[in-house]
Structures are given as structure tokens and as C-alpha cells.
């Protein structure tokens, strides 16, 4: 019987511990969930703050394509360039003929050579003391008072025809050498008649014998300037 009693006694300690582990463990178990509960809701809280930010970034950033400076239309290298202001006194002739000329005498020059073909014209043209008896551009292009002055104005047709024939016919030479040189020689004219110059208002003359011509110059004490294959005296 007291052996009895003692095993049931025994059985029930067992059990008793038993609970008491499972207890343990139960509450360990939610304490360690409870943690981690935590954890999770404070990742999700810290990782919501971080997309939050970013997006708030992402929708306050200008779209670049709106963005007036990466406009390729608002590139001042893309602006075209406006002419340059003519005085009212020189005439669309004036500016045909003198785009014709250069033409003829620079074509296959810098846009600096044919200004300077220009300049000697509008120099020769504006002088009185020894080219009195030409003032207009026509009348320096065709003058031949002391023989011939520009050899491209002799001959029927003569070669300054022809460059006329491409300059009042621009559209159907679209594409070809010929409009790419006149449009050239047309600005170079533009600017010349607007008043730039790129040599001297006392040079009235220019010829491609680069090396005689500079020796003259030399001899004689004068200035010369040489652009291209011409030199301007």
C-alpha cells in the first residue's frame, strides 16, 4: 500500500515537473515570437520610411525630357544664326553681284578670303582719290579704265553670268557643290556689306601670284596680307 502511494506520488511530481516545462517552454516560445514580432514590424516600418523617401525623390525629380535645357531646340548651337543687319543704301543687286564675284574669285576658299575679295570691292568703291570714277559695286566689278579689273566680268557669257545663272536659280542646284559655294559666298557678302572687314581699308588689291606680289610689296615698303591663295595689298 505505502508502495502504492509512493509510486503515485512519484507519478504525480513527474507530471507536475512535466507541465511546468512545457510551460516553460510554451512561454519562451511566445516571448521569442513576440521578439520577432517586433523585429518584423519595426523592418517594416524602417523599409515603408525607406520606399517613402525614395518615392517622394522619384516624383520630385524633373523628367529631364521637360527640362528646357536638354531641349535640342533650346541649344543655342542649334539656334540659327540671324544675317547680319545690310544698310539700307546697298540693294539686292549690290548683294547678287558681289556674292557672284566671290563666287568666281574665292569659291573654293575660306568664308575669310571671300569677306576680303569683298573688302577690296567696297574699299575700291568708297575710295576718292584714286578710284573716283567708280561708285558702286557694279561699276567696280565691270570697270576697265585702266584695262580689265576683275577677269571673271569678261566673255559672253562670262563667268560672273554663270555665277548669276546659279544665284538666281539656287533651288535647282539644292544638294549640289555649286549651292553649297553660293550660299557661302552669299554670306561672306552679307557680312562685308554689313561692315565686317578682314583687311585693311586702304587694300585695293588682291591676286593669287602670292610670291611676286609679296615681293613688290617688300621692295616698296607696303603691308600685304595673304589669306588662302591670294594676297591682299
Given amino acids: 500500500m505505502k508502495a502504492a502511494v509512493f509510486m503515485a506520488a512519484a507519478l504525480i511530481s513527474v507530471m507536475m515537473i512535466q507541465n511546468i516545462g512545457i510551460r516553460a517552454a510554451t512561454t519562451q516560445e511566445s516571448e521569442l515570437v513576440t521578439s520577432l514580432d517586433k ?25 529631364p525630357k521637360e527640362d528646357p535645357q536638354n531641349d535640342p531646340k533650346e541649344d543655342p548651337k542649334d539656334t540659327p544664326k ?28 575660306s568664308e575669310e578670303a571671300g569677306i576680303a575679295v569683298a573688302n577690296v570691292i567696297l574699299n575700291r568703291m568708297r575710295d576718292k582719290k584714286n578710284w573716283g570714277h567708280v561708285n558702286t559695286i557694279r561699276e567696280v566689278i565691270y570697270d576697265d579704265k585702266w584695262g580689265v579689273q576683275f577677269t571673271p566680268s569678261v566673255g559672253s557669257p562670262s563667268l560672273i553670268d554663270k555665277a ?27 557680312k562685308a556689306l554689313a561692315g565686317e572687314t578682314v583687311i585693311p581699308d586702304e587694300y585695293m588689291y588682291f591676286n593669287g601670284s602670292i ?23
Avoid at 557672284?100 to 569659291?107: D, L, M, N, V
Wanted: a neutral charge.
Fill in 164 to 190: 548669276l545663272e546659279i544665284y538666281d536659280n539656287l533651288d535647282s542646284y539644292e544638294g549640289k557643290w555649286q549651292y553649297r559655294q553660293m550660299m557661302k559666298n552669299i554670306s561672306a557678302a552679307k
Fill in 39 to 63: 523585429v518584423m514590424k519595426k523592418l517594416k516600418k524602417q523599409s515603408k520610411s525607406y520606399v517613402s523617401k525614395i518615392k517622394k525623390k522619384t516624383e520630385t525629380k524633373e523628367d
Fill in 82 to 109: 540671324e544675317d547680319p543687319k545690310i544698310p539700307d543704301s546697298f540693294t539686292e543687286d549690290d548683294l547678287r553681284l558681289l556674292s557672284a564675284i566671290i563666287y568666281c574669285e574665292a569659291s573654293d576658299m
Fill in 211 to 233: 610670291e611676286s606680289s609679296k615681293e613688290k610689296c617688300e621692295s616698296k615698303g607696303k603691308s600685304y596680307i595673304i589669306i588662302d591663295h591670294h594676297i591682299y595689298f
